[in-house]
Every structure is written in C-alpha cells, then in structure tokens.
C-alpha cells in the first residue's frame, strides 16, 4: 500500500533579512540572482538550511509525531506538505484529502463575522457549502463562541479566533490531518477537547503528522515519532525512544553555573519493581531507579537526591535526597563508584516527566554533579484532564428523591 504522507531527500533553504525598501534596491538584487545563478546544494552568506537531506514516510492511517527543539524545522516540514512552501530539492508528496491546522488563526478576516469567516475558511480548506451548513452549528459549539458568531472577527481575542480556527479544521474530515501546536490553543477543557477529537480521528483511520513541544500529547497520541535538529532527521522509530532522544540531546553540554564537577553518571538501570522497562506507566505503579555514578576528584560528605520535573513546562514536581531517606552522607575518593537504588511510587497524573539525578554537599549546598534526564517515563490514565498527582479517585451517586 502506497504511503499516504512522504517526504523524500527534502532540502530547503531561506534567506537571512531579506529586505529591499524601494524598487531601486529590488531591481538589482533580482537582476543579480538571475545574472549568478548557483548550484541548488550551494549557499552564499545570506542564507541557510532549514532543511538537509530530511526524508521518511508515513502509513495510511498511522499517527506521526514531530519532536525537536525551535528551529529544528518542524514547522518548515508541515509547510512543505502542505505546499505553503516548495523545498529546494526533493520530493514532497500526499494522497488524499488533506486537512491543515497550521497558525489556525490565519486567514481570517477582520472585517467579516465569525460566520462569515466559517464559510470563507471552510471554501480556502476545500469544503462545499452543503458541508459547511451541516456542520456549521457543531463547530460553532466546539470553539465555544455560538453568543459571538455574528460579531466581526476583529472584535474576538486571539484565543477565540484559534479556537475557531481549530474547529473548522477538525471538522473537515479529512484522509490526512496535519497537525503544528494545536495544544497552545485555549484554555484545559478546549485542548482536552482537541486532544479527544484527533483520538477520534486516528480511530476512524485518519492519518496524522503531528508538530508539538508537548510531550505528554505527542506520546498519547502517536506510537512512532522523527526527532529533528538542526535541520536534520535525528531519529525515527517509537515515540518512547524519540523523546527520550530528544530530551537527552537538549540537555547535551547542559550544566548549572554553580557546580563543581566531581562524578559522572555511568549506568542507569529504570525498572517496574517486577523487572519490567518503565517507558510507559499506570498511576501508582511501583518503580526502581538504580544509577551508578564514578567519583572522578576526592569529595567531603555527600547525599544524592532525585527530583521529578514535567517536561512539558518542567513544573518541579517531587524531590527528595538520600539523606532524607535515612542514609547517611558519606565522603569520596577519586576512583570509587556507588550504586544508589531509589524506590518509588508513581503516584503521577497523565503526563511526561523526567528524573534528575543530583550530588550535593547539603552543608554548602555546593553541586557536585546535576545530571537532567536520566530517566523519562509516561503516565497514561483517563481520569484526569491534567494536573500532576493522581488520587486515586472513586465515586459513588445516589439519587435521593423528595
């Protein structure tokens, strides 16, 4: 079966500031693009790759992540699928009907009502009218703004003109949904919202190349994931090893300014408590860290504490250090290692978290190691909208009639 989403030896470039005030300035600068051509693999000083040689595919009805840091190109790739822009070399390819939710706010008219811009945004999507009629109450009511639908767009905040934005993209129904930062739009219950009608779609077989800095979403939603950097294709394969890829590349060369470097992290072992790989949890399921760290220059009395941060926003979540726990604070010679096992419940809500792994003399609070990431793992639960803690919840209703 053919590909439904291809992307193959994509290279693309843009140019730096590129400006020109009057047409005595455009005139020339045109004339000498013409005058000396170049190679499309060469660049002269003004420009850059935001592409490089970026190539993969996706199945029909597969859902895709994109991951990596800004600027890494993610945006430039949904762009190009969507033919906003050509790539310089390579090839660009979708079959079937496509649905883009890129900067979904664009487009709109400030002059025009709320329903107006329906039609005018569901005409430019490739929707007919009868479709746009039959739908056009629902999609009012999914971007919450039915009071204001007849109100000029100009007069909406930018929050609501994205909602509406959204709800008009979703309610395409298309074969691929393209998706960029949907999850910045609104307020918890509308990204829930938006959460629970891409799940719709991927369950109904829609294929979906989703752009996001939320992890927590790229990993509830996709099963694979292609990390970028740079402009290159860093990494492709199962969204659990994408983002521990892409947490472990942004943290490279990472270090607080205030620490004395003395051990390195040689080993981490991150384990249910029956042995099994922790890339994917239910709350409250009991878990091991093991780390096994080398001193490297004589240190005075230590204590190793673990901290949970949410990587989407890092919300410092939990931390607690050895010498809390009872163990005592012992000194180090250059050359010895220690094994440090850390046991704990996961008493977390749905979400991406990582683990960081600190040494610190807890008298002058100097920083003898901060490793960030040692470890990364997901929750996956359906009774919260969000938050950090699971509770456990039950819930009992009688109806008791007068």
């Keep these: 079966m053919a590909?439904?989403?291809?992307?193959?030896?994509?290279?693309?470039?843009?140019?730096?500031?590129?400006?020109?005030?009057?047409?005595?300035?455009?005139?020339?600068?045109?004339?000498?693009?013409?005058?000396?051509?170049?190679?499309?693999d060469e660049l002269d000083a003004a420009e850059f790759w935001a592409l490089k040689d970026v190539s993969f595919s996706v199945a029909p009805g597969e859902s895709l992540g994109i991951i990596g840091p800004n600027g890494a190109g993610k945006s430039?790739?949904?762009?190009?699928?969507?033919?906003?822009?050509?790539?310089?070399?390579?090839?660009?390819?979708?079959?079937?009907?496509?649905?883009?939710?890129?900067?979904?706010?664009?487009?709109?008219?400030?002059?025009?009502?709320?329903?107006?811009?329906?039609?005018?945004?569901?005409?430019?999507?490739?929707?007919?009218?009868?479709?746009?009629?039959?739908?056009?109450?629902?999609?009012?009511?999914?971007?919450?703004?039915?009071?204001?639908?007849?109100?000029?767009?100009?007069?909406?905040?930018?929050?609501?003109q994205a909602r509406l934005g959204f709800a008009i993209a979703a309610h395409m129904e298309p074969d691929v949904l393209l998706v960029d930062e949907v999850l910045s739009v609104g307020d918890i219950s509308f990204q829930a919202r938006c959460m629970e009608r891409m799940e719709r779609q991927i369950r109904d077989g829609v294929t979906v190349v989703f752009v996001s800095h939320n992890l927590q979403a790229v990993a509830s939603l996709c099963k694979r994931s292609v990390v970028l950097g740079g402009g290159e294709l860093q990494y492709d394969g199962p969204v659990d090893g994408a983002i521990d890829a892409y947490l472990r590349a942004s943290q490279a060369g990472s270090r607080r300014p205030d620490t004395d470097p003395r051990f390195t992290v040689e080993a981490i072992e991150f384990v249910t408590a029956d042995g099994q790989p922790a890339h994917t949890l239910a709350p409250h399921t009991a878990c091991v860290f093991r780390a096994t760290v080398q001193c490297h220059a004589d240190a005075p009395a230590a204590a190793f504490s673990f901290d949970f941060e949410r990587t989407r926003d890092l919300f410092y979540c939990y931390g607690v250090n050895t010498e809390d726990l009872g163990a005592e604070r012992r000194a180090f010679r250059a050359g010895e290692r220690a094994v440090i096992e850390f046991r704990w419940v996961a008493h977390f809500a749905r979400g991406h978290y990582r683990v960081n792994l600190n040494v610190r003399d807890s008298t002058s609070m100097k920083f003898y190691l901060f490793a960030e990431n040692i470890a990364n793992f997901t929750v996956v639960e359906t009774a919260s909208y969000g938050g950090v803690v699971d509770v456990a919840p039950q819930c009992a209703v009688t109806l008791v009639r007068s």
């Design 3 to 40: 590909a439904a989403v291809t992307l193959e030896g994509v290279w693309k470039k843009f140019r730096l500031g590129e400006r020109h005030d009057s047409l005595r300035d455009l005139v020339p600068a045109a004339l000498s693009r013409l005058v000396t051509r170049k190679r499309d």
């Design 76 to 160: 430039t790739a949904l762009k190009l699928l969507t033919r906003i822009l050509r790539p310089t070399r390579g090839t660009c390819r979708i079959h079937g009907r496509v649905g883009a939710i890129i900067e979904v706010a664009a487009g709109f008219h400030p002059e025009l009502t709320g329903r107006e811009n329906v039609f005018l945004q569901g005409a430019i999507m490739g929707m007919k009218r009868a479709d746009i009629n039959s739908r056009f109450d629902e999609i009012a009511a999914f971007a919450g703004i039915e009071k204001f639908i007849d109100t000029p767009i100009k007069r909406y905040s930018s929050g609501m």
